[in-house]
């Protein structure tokens, strides 16, 4: 069904001055089943972007059918490119979707040339193209079907279990052509014993609260298994790991069960990065529903969009242990175009080193904290969560040598 076939909609050809500047806007759509949304559909040029090498990486291909994207995470880092289009990048980014209706065509198109390399094609490194709307467009069975005829390997990273629907098409695409899946899952609020996350409402609805337009992580994870069932691979992104929300360890342990319980192939992590837009969302949810962590996470990302290299290397020693543990392999990243690395392409373990091989943070922990980890390393097997008695926030669990520093 198109949507000239909604009972209800309105058109507002040219209604946004970003947008009528693409000059290839077909029309704006609006319709009660996406309530608060529209659509800007438009006639793309070309479907296939090439994301430049920086030195010593490959260069990779993406394909973003949407621009836009109504799962609206708060943490999104894509939102700030709604911004070439004199869109903001929050609530927009949420509610004005460009949908690129021509993207299957175009791209067989360019598939076609005799230039073409066949090299692995990324999709879901922007946003996501099993957000609801493909429910409707469908642009997805005609992209799949495109690369697998042309012979062109595919990964896909995505929120949406509408990805379910193409299992039949994806299956058969990986016959011909490597087909590597990964499902993006921040947050395991569901299941989680009360004890080890703080008795403050804080975990209550917090996947739905930070990511209000996403299936559930439920759903998502029997989406993975899906895939799964049909003899596919399907990786885990466990990302971003949030600070003082998603960061203790009893979560970090329930999200690996899960995600081993659900068939998961591997899993990577990283934590939050906050662009200057994306920040100034972000907080300003955090201030709804956190209040009590504005100063904190003001402090910890005052250096820029990273947290400071002693969090992130703090972050690897607890979760690496806890992924050896669940028997997951650590997944690799695709640094070109932020996705899962093709399977067509060689591993580089070099790229993405192990935790084990990383260097140690540069401060000692405490002769408490280092126990800590030791029991961590040989304790926790799965299905046997570590001792999550202490209910607290992340802060209260770090030695406190570190905690000075860090917040
Ligand atoms: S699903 Fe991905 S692209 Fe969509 S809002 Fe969330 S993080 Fe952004």
Sequence with gaps: MRWNEQKLQTEHVGALPGLARLNNLVRSVQTPEFAGITFHEILAKSALNHVPGQSALPFGYTINPYRGCSHACTYCFARPTHQYLDLDAGKDFDSEIIVK???????????????????????????????????????????????????????????????????????????????????????????????????????????????????????????????????????????????????????????LRQAKAAGATSVLYSGLNLKPAVKDWYLQWLARDHPELVGRYRELYAGGQYAPKEYRTWLAARIGPLIRAHGLERGVVDLSTGGLRSSALPASPERMPPPATRKPPHFAPTAAAASDLAQLAVGSAVGSPVNTARPSLIAAELPPKWAPTLF
């Design 101 to 255: 209706v021509n993207v299957a065509e175009v791209l067989r198109k360019e598939l076609a040339k005799p230039t073409w390399g066949r090299h692995p094609v990324a999709l879901g490194t922007n946003t996501d193209p099993y957000q609801r709307a493909e429910g409707r467009y469908r642009l997805m069975p005609g992209i799949i079907a495109a690369l697998a005829d042309s012979k062109t390997p595919i990964s896909i990273l995505t929120k949406g279990t509408l990805l379910r629907r193409d299992l039949d098409l994806l299956v058969e695409a990986s016959a011909r052509v490597p087909v590597d899946l990964a499902m993006s899952i921040a947050i395991y609020d569901e299941g989680l014993p009360d004890a080890g996350l703080p008795d403050d409402g804080l975990r209550a609805g917090l996947q739905q609260s930070v990511e209000p337009g996403t299936p559930t992580t439920k759903a998502r994870l029997a989406t993975v298994t899906a895939v799964r069932e049909r003899g596919l691979d399907c990786g885990i992104f466990l990302m971003p790991i949030l600070p003082f929300l998603t960061d203790t360890r009893a979560h970090l342990d329930e999200a």
